[in-house]
Nanobody, 117 residues
């Protein structure tokens, strides 16, 4: 059984930075992609950033140039470095792993990011 745990959220002033961490427990043989999503109050969950097994990254237009997704395969961990944060980035951030073996679509419990103006 794979279990994802996020950390690193918190309260930060506009212009500040945070680094989110998503660590997986359990035995994982093959990963398709790792991603970060966010959901603000009253809004739908949206994709923020994704990194494929081949290392290809993609970002939502709203975070390009400010956020960076990266991973450490040896530690089964994915990161989201968030710089130049604005109040519009306030949301619960979730990590999502699409795993080939064991097959599954796994979600973390979410971590709150609040950016004050």
């Amino acid at each position: 059984q794979v279990h994802l745990v996020e950390s690193g959220g918190g309260l930060v002033k506009a212009g500040g930075s945070l680094r989110l961490i998503c660590a997986a427990s359990g035995t994982i043989f093959s990963i398709n992609a790792m991603a970060w999503y966010r959901q603000a109050p009253g809004k739908q969950r949206e994709l923020v950033a994704v990194i494929t097994s081949g290392g290809i990254t993609n970002y939502a237009d709203s975070v390009k140039g400010r956020f960076t997704i990266s991973r450490d395969n040896a530690k089964n961990t994915v990161y989201l470095q968030m710089n130049s944060l604005s109040p519009e980035d306030t949301a619960v951030y979730y990590c999502n792993w699409k795993i080939v073996l064991p097959l599954g679509d796994y979600w973390g419990q979410g971590t709150q990011v609040t950016v004050s103006s």
